[in-house]
């Protein structure tokens, strides 16, 4: 089997479906410990594949060589799959950069897309990367925006919020389950229910609510305060930091609430996020 890739832009709930799957899968007398994640879910952009193929530590590597080994990386990543789901995280949009497709049609059996509303992207963006909200929201306005290659980290292409969100939605011959965040918060065995179907998965609905209970955002923010978490950004004071929807409206002021409309507005209406006169939604 190729891969099932867990995809989003940052700070939308990756982390939190990878945890999920993994105390689903795992079915453990006690919540999954979230730096062992690694070991259920890969990362293409683990710095140790780019290394292992270039003979070089990543810090030595220029993005350009790291563009050129990224299909080499995923192809090696899809031979674990075997007769098994194989999930593999990404925050990479589905394009092209410099003649190489950042996400290889030809290992990718399927995808789960987590989406969030972009007004509280921006919010967690900004604190994850220590920067202005300002600056998180022209960020998320850029087609050239992209994760730094960092630590263990290797670059990830983001591009916009909506160049992302496109781009999963509409590559050619992938029909992504989509999740969004605030019906994982709200509705979250309808939610997690709804992925289990998806992935063709015995439907076992104690195992599920078990599952969930063990994936709660006050588990996870537990786990990090005792352990910290491997995943964290070294900018961000910590990676659980709220776990709420609606953020926005206390911490973003008007004129980066219509930027972001004007950025966003289609797909922000289309999931929800923005009724038919532009006025956001509280979701």
Known sequence: MGIVWLASYPKSGN??????????????????????????????????????????????????????????????????????????????????????????????????????NPLDVAVSYAHHLAISYDEAVEAMSVSSNRLATVDNFAFQLLGSWTDHVRSWLTAPGLQPHVMRYEDMLSRPEQAFGSLVKFLRLPNNPARLRKAIRFSSFKTLSKQESEHGFIEASKKAVKFFRSGKSAAWQTELNPAQIEKIIADHGDFMLKFGYLKKDGTPVRV
């Open 15 to 116: 982390t939190w479906t990878r945890v999920f799957l993994a105390n689903l899968f795992l079915n453990p007398e006690k919540p999954v410990d979230i730096n062992t994640l690694p070991q259920f879910t890969f990362g293409e952009h683990r710095g140790e594949y780019y290394e292992q193929f270039s003979g070089k530590k990543l810090s030595e590597l220029s993005d350009e060589e790291i563009n050129q080994l990224r299909p080499t990386v995923q192809r090696h990543i899809a031979t674990a799959g075997r007769n098994q789901l194989l999930f593999v995280k990404t925050h990479s949009a589905i394009t092209q950069l410099e003649g190489v497709p950042t996400i290889l049609p030809e290992v990718t059996d399927g995808a789960v897309y987590i989406i969030r």
